[in-house]
């Protein structure tokens, strides 16, 4: 089992571009028990893997719920890092 | 207001947040970090290590300079992980934290560990016993070189703009060192103090920006564990034996790492410094990997003057020790940074096209 930060980025390598709302959902059977899986936090994550260039942002809306989602994709460096750390 | 313009508000609004998070959480990393070099520096004034730096000691100079600089990083760093243990057990993190221990990034910060902690925290200790408060601005290098290596090893952006604000940063810090240089001693002892300051720039400069990039890929709060533990332990049971080998006394390193950890009115403030260790560094990592090894850095190393000022505050203020009083031009020099700090965080003409296009 992965630790949480590197499911989530994973979670590209299959599911991409995904919202933190896919994300979270493809994790939850795993880690929806764990204190630290909540939406604001999981987003914190996106966007700090944004900022350092492994994410980028494909789309964005205002889905029926009335919530922001941004759409990320994995980017060729993101790729590289994954590979690099996370085999 | 169509749904498109509703999302770019609310988008806007969310990286708005997001960015003012990062400069928050680095600028609080350096103040927790003068809290923690005031409180680390009453710890190591007071019970048994009164009677270590006293004439009547017994020790000698390689060991109360030297060894005494690794025992108290150690001792600190300890404390702090026992924090950071809490805090990581508090919030549900420890099954995660033992599984990035197996990992590659889990290395990579173990290896900063070992650069950040026995080697530039040692040195940082060191140097403050050895010079004063006139060293915390020296190892306030680090950003520059963080940011340095942040461009080299992981493509951050480094502009001209940003460049200034470092360049800007520095001239502050060689103002408060200069500030203090005249008022201090210039003795061997001190000039040698200052020039392992310069160990401890270079070892946080390396820290800062590798650990910084590995806080993507590891929590914060488990890397700042894995620091803390590493560190501490690194200290105490690798470089304070290897030190008191070289001043020629192995013995002596179970003694006063023992005699140490059971003095209790030095402990009580070790425990306090170790607490503000963890955010000096965690809240370091987060900022970081929030904002880019240059700002993040350059946020943190305003503690080249919340470091002094925190000495004169606590130690000074609060526990009436003489000769922690702050200059003029310190105050001027914090303006500086923070002038400096801005100008890598925001883009001036960014924020006139900002304020075009909301006035149109």
């Known amino acids: ?87 | 207001m169509s749904e498109n313009q509703n999302a770019a508000i609310l988008k806007r609004k969310l990286d708005d947040r997001f960015f003012r998070k990062g400069l928050t959480v680095a600028i609080l990393s350096g103040m927790t970090y003068g809290l923690y070099s005031a409180f680390i520096t009453y710890a190591m004034s007071n019970g048994v290590w009164a009677d270590w730096y006293g004439a009547k000691s017994g020790l000698s100079a390689v060991v109360v300079i030297y060894v005494l600089g690794a025992l108290g990083s150690g001792v600190n760093d300890t404390m702090s992980a026992v924090w950071a243990l809490i805090v990581a057990g508090i919030k549900g993190k420890l099954g995660d934290f033992l599984r990035c221990l197996k990992t590659r990034p889990g290395a990579v910060m173990i290896v900063c560990a070992l650069i950040g902690g026995p080697i530039a925290s040692a040195a940082y200790i060191i140097a403050l016993q050895m010079a004063g408060s006139i060293i915390i601005p020296i190892t306030a290098l680090c950003p520059a070189i963080g940011a340095i290596l942040g461009r080299i090893l992981f493509k951050q952006p480094l502009s001209p703009r940003m460049i200034a604000g470092i360049a800007l940063c520095l001239c502050a810090t060689l103002m408060i060192s200069a500030s203090a240089g005249m008022s201090g001693s210039g003795s061997s002892t001190q000039i040698a103090g200052i020039l392992i300051a310069f160990i401890a720039a270079l070892g946080w400069g390396i820290e800062g920006c590798v650990a910084g990039f590995g806080t993507i890929v590891i929590d914060y709060e488990i890397g700042i564990t894995i620091r803390q533990l590493t560190s501490g332990l690194a200290n105490l049971l690798i470089m304070v034996p290897i030190m008191t080998l070289i001043a020629g006394n192995i013995a002596l390193s179970p003694e006063l790492t023992l005699t140490a950890l059971t003095d209790g009115p030095s402990m009580i403030f070790f425990i306090i410094s170790g607490f503000f260790a963890l955010f000096a560094y965690s809240l370091w990592y987060k900022g970081n990997s929030m904002c880019g090894a240059a700002l993040g850095m350059a946020c943190n190393g305003a503690y080249s003057f919340w470091g002094p000022f925190f000495c004169w505050l606590v130690l000074g203020c609060i526990f009436g020790q003489e000769g922690w009083g702050l200059r003029p031009i310190a105050w001027v020099a914090a303006v500086l940074m923070f002038v400096g700090i801005l100008l890598i965080a925001l883009n001036p003409l960014t924020l006139f096209k900002r304020n075009e296009k909301e006035v149109a």
């Open chain 1, 1 to 87: 089992m992965l630790p949480l930060n590197y499911a989530i980025l994973n979670r590209y390598r299959v599911a991409d571009p995904a919202d933190v709302d896919m994300v979270m959902s493809a994790l939850e059977p795993d880690y929806g028990r764990f204190r630290s899986f909540r939406r604001h936090l999981v987003i914190e994550s996106l966007m700090t893997a944004k900022e350092n260039g492994l994410l980028d942002e494909s789309d964005y809306n205002v889905g029926d719920d009335g919530e922001l989602h941004i759409y990320y994709t994995l980017t060729d460096y993101g790729k590289d890092i994954l590979n690099k750390y996370i085999p």
